[in-house]
């Protein structure tokens, strides 16, 4: 499984970003998809979930100002970033996990202990 983000960058607070996750060495369509992030000194954060049928979960913090949504076809997972504010700074991580079968709708918090994630890519936010 490899998982590769793209998309990060720096904004002003109010701007807008579009997150990339591209993945490759499994079935897409067939895990559950997700985006965590963790700033200095903090832990991590699961921000976004996308189940295996397309259902999605945000953690509170951002939820009306993300969202997450996939490409089977592109292989692809996408964080659309709104509204974004000086405490979303951090780094940002794509995760993917097959589960063990069966309907999993899995809740944003869950991404952070999901069985594969990439690099990262790093938000910045300015006041």
Not at 26 to 34: E, K, L, N, P
Not at 52 to 74: E, H, L, M, P, Q
Not at 90 to 95: N, T
Not at 98 to 103: L, V, Y
Request: with cysteine; glycine share 14%; proline share 2%.
């Amino acid at each position: 499984v490899q998982l590769v983000e793209s998309g990060g960058g720096s904004v002003q607070t109010g701007g807008s970003l579009r997150l990339s996750c591209a993945a490759s060495g499994y079935t897409f369509s067939t895990y559950c998809m997700g985006w965590f992030r963790q700033a200095p000194g903090k832990e991590r954060e699961g921000v976004a979930a996308i189940g295996r049928d397309g259902r999605t979960d945000y953690a509170d913090s951002v939820k009306g100002r993300f969202t997450i949504s996939k490409d089977n076809a592109k292989n692809t997972l996408y964080l659309q970033m709104n509204s974004l504010k000086p405490e979303d700074t951090a780094m940002y991580y794509c995760a993917a996990d097959k589960g063990t079968g069966g309907d999993w709708y899995p809740e944003a918090g869950d991404v952070v202990v999901f069985a594969y994630s990439g690099q990262g890519t790093q938000v910045t936010v300015s006041a």
